[in-house]
């Protein structure tokens, strides 16, 4: 637009240059007129013409991103979901929205998987224990067995360097996804049915022993299952919506997850037996299809992450709160405790889990569990 009005005022001051000159001049004045007024009047189609291209613009594509979450409303991840949706619509002045489904409206863990990795699924909240079937290995060593302490201590390696350089691992792994931050769950313990209790013999307190052979329900991931192998249970892989009824109808003894999940999911009414063994913890990490990532500009990635940290440590502090309360409540949920006695036996019958790792593995292992990021 500058330009076009430097050759309209240029034009200008050279035809009138050119008329303040002698009658012998008359004739290349008026020439220069006409140049003039031909410039003037292409340069001001020009104009016009550019005008109407900035107004026809948008001012940035409107993108919409689906979410699925297996769980319901009273969920750490679900809070952590809405939490993101809210500050991604805000940081990008509306032009990046979250279409949020729960209850696994669009499928189960795996399938939610398998659909970010072809690209159905645009975002969703998995375990970083499933990760490993999946191709990308070092993320899930954070969902290994007895290797945080308590919620503090995953949250501490959530926000270190080697924490970053857990969720940066999934992108190098080439494998389909992108991990934008952490989800702290808690820890994931046992809880089990009534019938399984009385098998038994309905003990006050809990033992490594009293593992041995029961059907724990577990997520579908080769870690899980190796971990209830070395606590000598008996590994049943089932989908996340048959749960329930799987503990009502007996196909398994028990099963194992988060005290938010336990409750929120009312597993407590067919499975009234909590056993705080907090063998994991629920590494939860935002994952996003990266063919999706990758179409997104620096400036919108950098929203990403940003809603991703908040939501993070909304969906931490919301997970301390609930999970005390929670416990404080199981007596009026009709939760029985049973302590565990020897717990000290359980992280030793992980040991060989451990041992299976190449070095490299185990060296990020034994930083994990010293709690030295």
Not at 48 to 59: G, L, N
Not at 262 to 271: H, K, L, M, R, T
Not at 353 to 359: G, M
Request: hydrophobic share 40%.
């Amino acid at each position: 637009m500058r330009k076009k009005l430097f050759v309209l005022t240029a034009a200008a001051c050279v035809a009138a240059s050119l008329a303040g000159c002698g009658s012998g001049s008359q004739t290349a004045a008026t020439e220069a007129a006409t140049t003039a007024a031909a410039a003037a009047t292409e340069a001001a189609k020009e104009e016009a013409e550019e005008t109407t291209e900035e107004a026809a613009a948008p001012a940035g594509d409107s993108i919409t991103l689906t979410w699925n979450e297996v769980n319901g409303d009273d969920y750490g991840g679900t809070v952590a979901a809405k939490e993101f949706a809210a500050q991604i619509e805000e940081l990008s002045g509306g032009q990046i929205k979250i279409e949020l489904y729960l209850n696994g409206t669009l499928g189960s863990e795996a399938e939610s998987m398998q659909g970010i990795q072809m690209g159905t699924l645009d975002i969703f909240r998995g375990n970083a224990s499933s990760l490993s079937n999946y191709g990308a290995e070092k993320i899930a060593l954070t969902g290994l067995p007895f290797v945080f302490q308590d919620m503090d201590q995953f949250e501490a390696m959530a926000e270190s360097e080697l924490g970053q350089q857990m969720l940066d691992s999934v992108d190098e792994a080439d494998c389909g996804y992108i991990a934008l931050g952490w989800l702290t769950e808690g820890p994931r313990s046992m809880f089990i049915t009534e019938d399984t209790y009385a098998k038994l013999g309905s003990p006050s307190e809990f033992t490594l022993d009293m593992m041995s052979g029961l059907k724990i329900r577990v997520p579908e991931t080769d870690l899980m299952v190796n971990t209830m192998t070395a606590l000598k249970a008996s590994a049943t892989p089932i989908a996340y919506a048959e749960l329930y009824t799987s503990l009502q109808s007996g196909v398994v003894d028990g099963a194992e997850n988060d005290m938010v999940n336990y409750i929120g999911n009312s597993f407590n009414e067919v499975a009234p037996y909590f056993i705080p063994d907090a063998h994991t913890f629920g590494c939860g990490v935002i994952l996003m299809n990266k063919e999706k990532w990758n179409s997104l500009t620096e400036e919108q990635q950098g929203w990403m992450k940003e809603a991703a940290a908040i939501a993070g440590k909304t969906c931490y502090e919301y997970n301390q709160q609930k999970n005390q309360s929670i416990q404080d409540g199981f007596a009026e949920n009709g939760v029985t405790l049973l302590p565990v006695a020897d717990l000290e036996k359980w992280s030793e019958a992980c040991e060989d889990i451990y041992a299976s790792y190449d070095e490299e593995s185990q060296a990020i292992i034994e930083s994990l569990r010293s709690g030295e990021y």
